[in-house]
């Protein structure tokens, strides 16, 4: 099993559609999770943590299953903006570094 | 502030040849890292520097060496570049560990003929 998995899409939507990505991730104990996004030919920037129980922030809501090893990431409301490559990331297996999966792609479209 | 800074922006190689990638950031961040991103392998981790003095190999060492400089700065060195090191190399740092947000610079593309 990779270490982080995610379904690399593309995920074409319409605007105002609400879209989910999920992620798999193999190390039982990694304790920090976070979701990327990176424009193209950008540089990947923090959008949120994900915490335990879940959190929110505006239209987007993650959440952590740690029986089952998955993140998920819910964006409400699709803007053209939210057009990215969406990073599922969570600690390497020392707690010294991050491992990225390879990406989301999500289109939304007019 | 400027946050995490890399120069050059575009690089063109031939085979054989060294160059070095400078990396700095402003945030006092005890921790930088360098990665590589490659279409449809995502990001990759090089070599890692969790805090001044200290620096260890990530997933793909293989062909480079780093140096932590002072808490500031991070380089990355290709001693004979290779056409399989075209990519886009990505400089980050992050307060102390895993823990943290990771900032990172806007890349160095790479390309080695």
């Known amino acids: 099993r990779k270490e982080v998995e995610q379904d690399p899409g593309p995920f074409n939507v319409p605007e105002g559609a609400t879209v989910a990505f999920n992620c798999t991730y193999s190390?039982?104990?990694?304790?920090?999770f976070f979701w990327y996004r990176q424009d193209c030919r950008k540089e990947p920037k923090l959008l949120m943590s994900?915490?335990?129980s879940g959190n929110e922030d505006g239209r987007f809501t993650a959440q952590l299953n740690r029986a089952s090893q998955y993140i998920s990431l819910l964006i409400r409301d699709s803007k053209l903006s939210d057009s990215a490559t969406y990073l599922c990331?969570?600690?390497?297996?020392?707690?010294?570094?991050?491992?990225f999966g390879k990406g989301t792609t999500l289109s939304v479209s007019s | 502030n400027a946050g995490v800074t890399q120069t050059p922006k575009f690089q063109v190689l031939k085979t054989g040849q060294s160059m070095t990638l400078q990396c700095a950031q402003d945030m006092n961040h005890n921790s930088m890292y360098w990665y590589r991103q490659d279409p449809g392998m995502g990001l990759r981790l090089i070599y890692y520097s969790a805090s001044e003095g200290t620096t260890d190999k990530g997933e793909v060492p293989n062909g480079y060496n780093v140096s932590r400089l002072n808490k500031r700065e991070f380089s990355l060195r290709l001693e004979s570049a290779a056409p399989s090191q075209t990519s886009v190399y990505f400089c980050?740092?992050?307060?102390?560990?895993?823990?943290?947000?990771?900032?990172f610079g806007p890349g160095t593309r790479l390309t080695v003929t």
């Open positions: 990331v969570v600690n390497n297996q020392a707690g010294t570094a991050l491992i």
């Open positions: 994900v915490y335990s």
């Open positions: 980050a740092s992050s307060d102390s560990g895993a823990s943290y947000e990771q900032y």
């Open positions: 190390n039982s104990a990694s304790q920090s």
